[in-house]
């Protein structure tokens, strides 16, 4: 069972969000708060968090805040941003906090859901706008006198993994497609995230787009 919490200061919308993910085969919501800071006091003593949804716009402590804290406490924890913000300035800010996705308060429940499951699966999740989003990010990060890696710097398996974690491919989904074994799957994409120095493997996938490592259209 998919262990998940919600943190958002609109009692409304988040119990009628609890509702929802409930109806989700295999998911369960064990924690729900309106406070950041309550929220970080349970994971002190509670380790049945697997995904955290977090609203940014929240008093006393923003997402963005809330999100680099938990992932100091808990580092397995995936988060999923939420609001009803979707600008540029906002998914940097995203990409800023270590968040492992992002989808916008009038997104489809359906939606949701693959989100949900895709941060189980894939380790990240930025919607259906991944190319645009992903474009704004290289952007921002441009310039700097950074390491430039040369275009071996990816091998081709680890630009195959690549590839098929976009495609919301699982570990045991990309084994199976690349006849290696899953626990190989996962040393690659560590390895990765260790290699570019990212805080996920979003910052994988930006790293590579930035540095021509693939383009875009490799990653639909």
Do not use: W
Not at 34 to 58: P, R, T, W, Y
Not at 191 to 199: F, L, N
């Amino acid at each position: 069972m998919l262990k998940v919490a919600l943190v958002d200061d609109h009692k409304l919308f988040r119990k009628s969000l609890a509702a929802l993910i409930g109806t989700f085969e295999g998911v369960e919501v064990v924690y729900e708060s309106d406070s950041g800071k309550d929220f970080l006091s349970h994971l002190k003593e509670n380790k049945n968090v697997d995904i955290a949804l977090l609203d940014i716009q929240m008093p006393e402590m923003d997402g963005y805040t809330l999100c680099g804290k938990v992932l100091k406490v808990h580092d397995s924890i995936k988060v999923l941003m939420i609001s009803q913000l979707s600008s540029k300035e906002t998914i940097r800010h995203v990409m800023q906090s270590g968040a492992h996705g992002f989808v916008t308060k009038n997104s489809e429940p359906e939606q949701l859901e693959l989100a949900i499951r895709n941060l189980d699966t894939s380790g990240f999740y930025l919607g259906p706008e991944l190319g645009s989003v992903l474009k704004d990010l290289m952007l921002y990060q441009q310039g700097g006198n950074e390491f430039q890696p040369d275009k071996d710097f990816l091998s081709d398996r680890e630009k195959e993994v690549i590839q098929l974690i976009c495609k919301g491919k699982s570990s045991a989904e990309i084994a199976e497609e690349l006849f290696i074994h899953q626990r190989t799957v996962e040393t690659h994409r560590q390895r990765m995230i260790t290699k570019v120095g990212a805080k996920n493997f979003i910052g994988v996938i930006v790293f590579a787009l930035k540095h021509n490592l693939l383009d875009v259209e490799d990653l639909s």
